[in-house]
């Protein structure tokens, strides 16, 4: 099977799921919650993450260098870096996953890149856009979650999360970096119609109780599914 009937196959079988946001947001503590849940009713479901990925060796080395490197990198190095760990994580992981039927929860993806490299490191949107164009090989998320949070808020987030833990090059970069990527995602997300604009400033329970409803609408109709909408 050639890779365009691969990826043909794979969009229809699986569902990909997007959860985007600042650092601090709360979208990988949600993820996870969501993830169980979604076990507990019987559908097959995975995660991963960006940079890096799951089962994804070549991809996570690169997530070192993005997060931890000893040197500064520069705005176009550190896009070209991306573009390539997202490049291995869509082919290895990603698309076998959705061609397998899997729902797959990717802990951030291309808007990551869009916002952090095309908008705070000034590159530009449509740049940041075409150099990851192979990298998702036309990959669409059915659903994009953007966890919505003043940086302010996602900043005492991170202080008490990290604690003792060193900052990586994106903590580093403070308040203000961070707000100006909220901006940033919060236009993405008025200019696609699959995104969900979600408020994080709410209780987790509650956050991950919206997400995981919007999704449900998303799945063929189940048994499970039906049970779990009576409660």
Not at 145 to 155: E, I, Q
């Amino acid at each position: 099977m050639n890779l365009n009937n691969r990826k043909e196959v794979a969009m229809k079988k699986g569902k990909l799921i997007v959860f985007e946001g600042i650092d601090g947001c709360g979208k990988s503590t949600i993820l996870q919650e969501v993830k169980e849940a979604l076990r507990s009713l019987g559908f097959p479901v995975v995660s991963t993450r960006e940079p890096g990925g799951t089962n994804c060796p070549v991809a996570e080395e690169i997530r070192k260098i993005l997060l931890y490197s000893p040197e500064p990198l520069y705005p176009e190095t550190e896009m070209l870096l991306f573009a390539a760990s997202r490049a291995q994580h869509t082919q290895k992981f990603i698309l076998p996953k959705l061609q397998e039927g899997y729902i797959v929860l990717s802990d951030r993806y291309l808007w990551s890149s869009l916002a952090y490299q095309g908008v705070g490191r000034k590159l530009g949107i449509e740049l940041v856009r075409i150099i990851n164009t192979p990298a998702v090989k036309e990959v669409s998320p059915d659903i994009i979650f953007l966890f919505d949070v003043p940086a302010s808020v996602a900043w005492k987030r991170t202080k008490k999360r990290i604690k003792k833990q060193k900052y990586d090059r994106f903590e580093k970069e403070g308040i203000r970096f961070q707000e100006t990527l909220r901006g940033a995602y919060l236009e993405l997300a008025h200019k696609n119609p699959k995104a969900v604009v979600v408020d994080a400033t709410l209780p987790a329970g509650e956050v991950a109780k919206i997400v995981f409803k919007k999704i449900l609408q998303l799945l063929p109709k189940t048994a499970e599914r039906e049970y779990y909408q009576r409660r």
